[in-house]
C-alpha cells in the first residue's frame, strides 16, 4: 500500500477583493481561472481556480476571496511562500513584466542553483517565480495575458516556516516518505518520492524559532493539498494517518476532487486530493472558468447565491 503523495495538488489562500485577485492572477501572472464557483463551506463567498489551460493537479492555486477580511500575518506554522515555475530563461521578460503592470518585484536571486524572483500578489500574498527546467505533466495556458513560451508551468513549491523543524521533518521524511535533499541556512528542502521532474515536488521548510505565529486571513496560505490518484489511495492514506493517531477529517465531495485534511505537527493545514474528476467535470474545457458553477447541493440556491455575490469581470 503506497500512501506516499505525488506532489502538490493545490495551494489555497485568503484574498480580500475578488477583482484585484482576479485581475492579479489572469493578467499578470497569466494563469487561466479554471473555476468560478463558491466556498462549498460558505456559499456567500467566491471560490476562485486558476491553472493551466485544463487545470491539471500540480497547477492549481485557489482563493476564497471575502470582501474585507482582515489582513492576515505571515508567520511560523504556516506555508509561507508558494512557488511557480518559470522556464530558464524568463526571469528577464517577467522582470519588464511586472514591472510594467507596477508589480514591485525583489532581484533576482540564486538559491540551491535556481534563481528565484519574489513579488507579492495584492494581498501581500509572497508569491516567487522560479527558473527550472519544465515539470512533467502541466500544459501552459496560452490563451491569456502572458505569452506561452515565458508562461507559468506549475507550482514549484511551497515554503513551511516552522518553530519546530525536527516535529514536521519527522512527519515528512517519516509517514509521508518525503525525501531530504538539500540544505542552505535554516532552509531544509525535500522532495516527494518519485517523479521528481514531476510538477510540485519540492516543500522547503523554514527553520525559525524567534518567528512570531502565523496568522490566517487575507493574504495568507489557508492550506497545502498533496496528490492521491485515486479514491482508493486516499482512503489508504487515510486510514494510514487514523492508525497513526492523527486527526483527519472523513472524506469531503468538492466536486472536482474528492478531500481529506489533516494537520501537519507545526500546525500547517494539510489536504489530500484526488487527481479526478477534474474541472472540466461540469463544464467543457473550452468553457472552463467562465460561467458560475455550483455544486448539486447548492444549485436550488442559485438565485439567492448570486444576489450575494459581487459582480467580477474576468475579462475572458
Ligand atoms: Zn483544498
Redesign the pocket.
Known amino acids: 500500500m503506497d500512501v506516499r503523495p505525488a506532489g502538490i495538488h493545490?495551494v489555497?489562500a485568503i484574498a480580500a477583493d475578488p477583482q484585484a485577485n482576479a485581475d492579479f492572477y489572469l493578467n499578470a501572472l497569466g494563469m487561466r481561472m479554471v473555476k468560478r464557483t463558491v466556498n462549498f463551506d460558505a456559499p456567500d463567498t467566491y471560490h476562485f481556480y486558476y491553472g493551466d489551460r485544463a487545470g491539471n493537479p500540480g497547477t492549481i492555486m485557489?482563493f476564497f476571496p471575502w470582501p474585507g477580511a482582515p489582513k492576515g500575518r505571515l508567520g511560523a506554522g504556516q506555508a509561507t511562500t508558494t512557488s511557480f515555475s518559470i522556464p530558464e530563461g524568463s526571469i528577464g521578460w517577467w522582470q519588464e513584466h511586472l514591472s510594467g503592470l507596477g508589480v514591485e518585484t525583489s532581484r533576482p536571486a540564486e538559491r540551491i542553483e535556481e534563481d528565484v524572483l519574489t513579488l507579492r500578489d495584492p494581498d501581500g500574498l509572497v508569491i516567487e517565480l522560479v527558473a527550472s527546467a519544465d515539470p512533467h505533466g502541466t500544459e501552459p495556458w496560452d490563451g491569456g495575458y502572458v505569452p506561452v513560451e515565458h508562461a507559468i508551468r506549475g507550482i514549484r513549491a511551497v515554503t513551511l516556516s516552522e518553530h519546530d523543524y525536527e516535529r514536521t521533518a519527522s512527519m515528512l521524511a517519516g509517514r509521508l516518505g518525503f525525501e531530504l535533499t538539500a540544505e542552505q541556512g535554516n532552509r531544509y528542502r525535500f522532495h516527494t518520492h518519485g517523479d521528481a521532474a514531476g510538477v510540485g515536488t519540492v516543500v522547503d521548510v523554514l527553520a525559525d524559532r524567534a518567528l512570531p505565529s502565523g496568522l490566517v486571513a487575507a493574504g495568507t496560505v489557508h492550506?497545502v493539498?498533496y496528490r492521491a490518484p485515486d479514491r482508493q489511495a486516499q482512503a489508504d492514506w487515510r486510514q494510514r494517518l487514523v492508525d497513526e493517531g492523527v486527526g483527519v477529517t472523513e472524506i469531503r465531495d468538492?466536486c472536482y476532487f474528492t478531500?481529506i485534511y489533516f494537520r501537519e505537527p507545526g500546525g500547517v493545514l494539510l489536504?489530500i486530493?484526488t487527481d479526478g474528476p477534474g474541472f472540466d467535470y461540469d463544464e467543457p474545457l473550452l468553457d472552463l472558468g467562465r460561467a458560475l458553477k455550483l455544486p448539486p447541493w447548492l444549485e436550488p440556491n442559485r438565485a439567492q447565491i448570486e444576489r450575494a455575490l459581487p459582480a467580477v469581470q474576468t475579462g475572458v
Open positions: 493545490h489555497t485557489t492550506h493539498a468538492r478531500s489536504e486530493a
